[in-house]
């Protein structure tokens, strides 16, 4: 009973917020005058345009998942199986990307890229190789934490045996460890591929005029065209190819939960990281170098170029950047001052997280039971994918289906895209699977004979969650709490639609900035983004503290 | 010794109260449903009863079903068919943190998240018991198990050993009705397992504690309990005190699991009916110690000794084993303590040797009543 309700209240939430929006969405593609209409479906499909963009976005997703596995399994080796002095704070700032709003990666990839910027000699700015490397940056942790986490667990002995046999270093490595790795890195590869394929704020702040993937074309057909249909079929293909990764995600995450069964976690020991000397390795060299060289020129770069540049200013080094923030800009119409825009990020991520922790919360609770009947089990399941969906469909189709679908929302008298909860709800929807992810492990990882005792014991089975449960799960809680109010405070795609033009967040400041001329305003754009990023950094630095050791996916 | 309630272990026979009150399982059926779907039964039409203060083993293979068994008593796992019963009282509808059974577990479960004497209390917050009276439970039941003052420890700092004795500590504080042990000692080397079976009984007698045993160790069984119940394929085979299971096994399938090697029928070889008088029918059952080496000064008489072919020798802390081809009988271990000067007298591979059996030592298969 009390299950019931626990599941009941996310479901609703989401099929209000998530599954009304995106299937009114998705019949906006189909249906036209009441009837069945793939007219619109021909003739987007009829235009040159679409195909170059669907190209666009594939090789992009093709190109940024291989480079971003290439260069994150060294990463994943040196830093998750080998020790030395200074690995624990190049772990801390390897994390750092992931967990940076979009925009900011996109304007601090510009000031590296663009002219009097340290790497404008490559000419890559507002192209596709630029998107790609930026790209890269922001991936880079999903791959050195997913194969990394995995890697530190695996039992180096089949290695080991391997090399008595005979083999090489190298032979042992591809021929037992790698795979090994496998579903590991195909987990990895399939979440980076979504992420790249769904980026919006980055190829919006860092794409050149004419550069388009699905995600801004939608944008781009919403705001400029006017053309919602068009819009719609376009967010149908992208539900398409995020479905398609999604279940080859699931497969081999359910493959790797099999695979290792979380027991009392046998803890192996970190070989030290040997460069030189007798027992030297070359592969600890080639980790190294590789490693080295992306978190310089693809970590430190960028992120280090943003602070100078927010230094920079027309009349010289200074603080006029940040002191401009309280301003409202140069030509005005920014909807008040970036200060404001600040204090209302803040306030929306409050209230977002509050809703997606409770609602991933339940859905985690729910879904790391293990019921005795089939269908039960089976519903279980069902719901742990379907509150997936959010991670993948991309936040542009949750924005732009709310503000197709509430204006009159199940046929009811209401509008509702003019009302100020629509925007936490919109950020609660993308931020709920991270906790989920991050809180559900935790939680399936508690042995139900643990459970079992408890009750034994004489405990009510709401006893056995308040002292089983939650102790063990609320560090994971607060990592999720953190993780939420990251998400939401930089969240762009579904903000893009339904922020209030009077009452934007800063990410909606910085693009609308980075979009005007004069040095002026791209110094504000920049000094936001350091703002943005460095009020992201203090809530993560906060809930990292808190991530329980080996604990969450991402 | 307590005296169990029925001199045997009948399972046929019809449900009847309990003098003393306490456990009743009648016709208990439990089917596990495996992830793929299929169905197996794991206890298969089983009765057994257990009164108060007495402790029963549940002996038996992996696999037997003795587990589950368990779980079902506790309310872990549903019954299929059947019934398990407290004093009479039907439990099918109570839930398993009211039924005042205790468990405990192979790999004990402590709570990583409390320290040692929070997990013993656990069952006492539950039963709201107040703290003072709490910490003196505690305190107490620690030093019961031998762990006096490690109420603040950390579980982490624990040994396996400390770990179990912590988790016997915990399932005892409530003061169970029943209490549940599934393998206790299982996970712990030889060793300590041999010691802390000692303790576990003492524990058990100490509080008065009725308890159900699950072991699949012979020692453990014997070592712990007022009475075996030996289990296998989902069914009781024998139910009966250490002593009586051991001399008089129920069925040659029981005999066997014991570790009886050879089977004559009585009457067949004179030796062993001049040692043992056993009624025509029955079966006599020959094990390691039945039978001894009869060249040796006061051991048998030239008329009864047996003949047997040494097919193999080892040797075994402080004792040398000889399986030996006996005449008549088949192959049986022959058990002679180990004596300095080394190797001296002891027979070798391909010896014939003569040996005496040993009248307390061969087991009666079929002794009426």
């Given at each position: 009973m009390a299950w019931g309700v626990a599941a009941v209240v996310p479901l609703v939430f989401l099929g209000v917020f998530f599954v009304l929006p995106v299937a009114t969405l998705i019949a906006r593609g189909f249906v036209a005058d009441g009837a069945l209409d793939l007219s619109g479906f021909a003739e987007v499909f009829g235009r040159r345009r679409t195909w170059r963009i669907i190209g666009t976005t594939l090789a992009q997703a093709v190109v940024g998942t291989t480079v971003t596995v290439l260069l994150g399994v060294p990463g994943a080796y040196l830093l998750h199986r080998t020790e030395f002095r200074g690995r624990r704070a190049l772990v801390a700032l390897v994390a750092v990307p992931f967990v940076l709003p979009t925009v900011v990666v996109g304007v601090a990839f510009r000031t590296v890229l663009a002219d009097g910027g340290a790497l404008a000699f490559l000419g890559w700015d507002g192209t596709f190789a630029g998107v790609v490397a930026a790209l890269v940056f922001f991936n880079y942790t999903v791959v050195v934490r997913t194969v990394g986490g995995f890697w530190a667990q695996l039992d180096p002995r089949a290695e080991q045996a391997a090399r008595a046999l005979g083999a090489s270093p190298w032979r042992a490595f591809v021929q037992v460890t790698l795979p090994a790795l496998a579903p590991a890195i195909a987990s990895a590869a399939s979440i980076v591929a979504l992420f790249c394929a769904t980026a919006f704020g980055v190829v919006l702040v860092l794409g050149g005029p004419g550069y388009g993937t699905v995600e801004t074309e939608i944008w781009v057909q919403t705001t400029q065209y006017l053309d919602l249909r068009a819009a719609a079929v376009l967010s149908v293909v992208q539900l398409v190819v995020v479905v398609g990764v999604l279940v080859a995600a699931g497969r081999t995450r359910v493959r790797r939960e099999r695979a290792l069964p979380m027991g009392p976690a046998e803890t192996v020991s970190r070989r030290r990281l040997a460069l030189r000397g007798p027992g030297r390795r070359s592969g600890d060299a080639v980790a190294a170098t590789v490693t080295g060289v992306v978190v310089l020129v693809l970590l430190v770069l960028p992120l280090g170029s943003l602070v100078v540049r927010s230094l920079h200013t027309p009349d010289g080094w200074g603080l006029a950047n940040y002191l401009a923030l309280g301003g409202a800009g140069s030509s005005g119409g920014l909807g008040g001052s970036v200060a404001a825009a600040a204090v209302t990020s803040l306030r929306v991520a409050l209230d977002a997280t509050v809703i997606a922790v409770v609602v991933g919360g339940l859905v985690a609770l729910v879904v790391s039971r293990r019921p005795r009947s089939r269908t039960l089990r089976r519903a279980v399941g069902v719901l742990d994918g379907v509150f997936m969906l959010p991670l993948g469909v991309s936040a542009v189709t949750v924005g732009f289906g709310f503000l197709v679908a509430l204006d009159a929302p199940l046929g009811l008298d209401l509008d509702l895209r003019g009302s100020p909860v629509l925007l936490p709800i919109a950020q609660a929807v993308v931020a709920t699977p991270l906790v989920v992810r991050t809180v559900l492990p935790v939680l399936r990882a508690v042995d139900s004979r643990l459970h079992d005792a408890a009750a034994v014991l004489g405990a009510s089975p709401g006893r056995v969650l308040t002292l089983v449960d939650w102790p063990i799960a609320a560090r994971s809680a607060g990592l999720a709490l953190g993780l939420a109010f990251a998400v939401s405070l930089g969240e762009f795609g579904a903000t893009a639609f339904l922020a209030r033009p009077d009452r934007p967040t800063l990410p909606v400041v910085i693009v609308r900035l980075i979009g005007r001329p004069g040095a002026e305003n791209l110094g504000m754009a920049i000094a936001a983004s350091v703002l943005l990023a460095l009020l992201t950094a203090v809530v993560m630095a906060a809930a990292e503290r808190l991530r329980p050791i080996g604990a969450g996916e991402l | 010794m307590t005296a169990g309630p029925?001199?045997?272990?009948?399972?046929?026979a019809a449900p009847r109260p309990l003098p003393g009150g306490g456990l009743s399982v009648r016709g208990a059926v439990v089917h596990y449903r495996d992830d793929d779907g299929s169905v197996a039964t794991a206890v298969d039409g089983l009765s057994l009863d257990v009164s108060r203060g007495e402790v029963v083993a549940l002996l038996g293979p992996s696999g037997s079903g003795k587990s589950t068994l368990l779980r079902a008593v506790a309310g872990l796992e549903p019954l299929s068919a059947g019934e398990v019963s407290w004093d009479g009282q039907d439990?099918?509808?109570?839930?398993v943190h009211r039924r005042g059974f205790g468990l405990m577990f192979q790999d004990g479960q402590l709570f990583a998240h409390r320290d040692v004497g929070a997990n013993v209390a656990f069952g006492l917050e539950m039963a709201h018991v107040p703290r003072p009276e709490r910490s003196t439970t505690v305190a107490g039941l620690l030093e019961l198990v031998g762990l006096a003052g490690f109420a603040g420890r950390a579980v982490a700092t624990l040994s396996g050993g400390e770990r179990q004795r912590v988790a016997l500590a915990r399932s005892l504080a409530p003061r169970p009705r029943l209490l549940l042990l599934d393998e206790p000692l299982s996970a712990l080397d030889r060793a300590l397992r041999e010691r802390l079976a000692g303790q576990v009984r003492s524990a058990l007698v100490a509080t008065g504690t009725t308890a159900l045993f699950v072991t699949h160790d012979h020692d453990e069984a014997f070592a712990v309990a007022d009475r075996i119940a030996v289990m296998d394929g989902g069914r009781l085979l024998q139910v009966d005190p250490p002593a009586r299971l051991w001399h008089r096994p129920a069925t040659r399938q029981v005999a066997e699991f014991l570790g009886y090697e050879a089977f004559t029928a009585a009457g067949a070889v004179p030796a062993l009916d001049a040692a043992v008088h056993a009624g025509p029918g029955t079966v006599l059952a020959v094990g390691p110690g039945s039978l001894v080496l009869?060249?040796?000064?006061?051991?048998?008489?030239d008329d009864d000794v047996l003949r047997g072919l040494v097919r193999s020798v080892g040797f075994r802390r402080g004792v040398v084993e000889l399986v030996v081809d006996v005449e008549g009988i088949g192959e049986v271990t022959v058990v002679e303590p180990s004596r300095a000067p080394v190797g001296i007298d002891l027979p070798v591979v391909g010896d014939v040797v003569r040996l005496a059996a040993q009248p307390g030592a061969i087991a009666v298969i079929g002794w009426p009543g």
């Open positions: - | 029925g001199a045997r272990g009948d399972q046929t439990l099918a509808a109570v839930p009869a060249d040796l000064p006061g051991r048998g008489h």
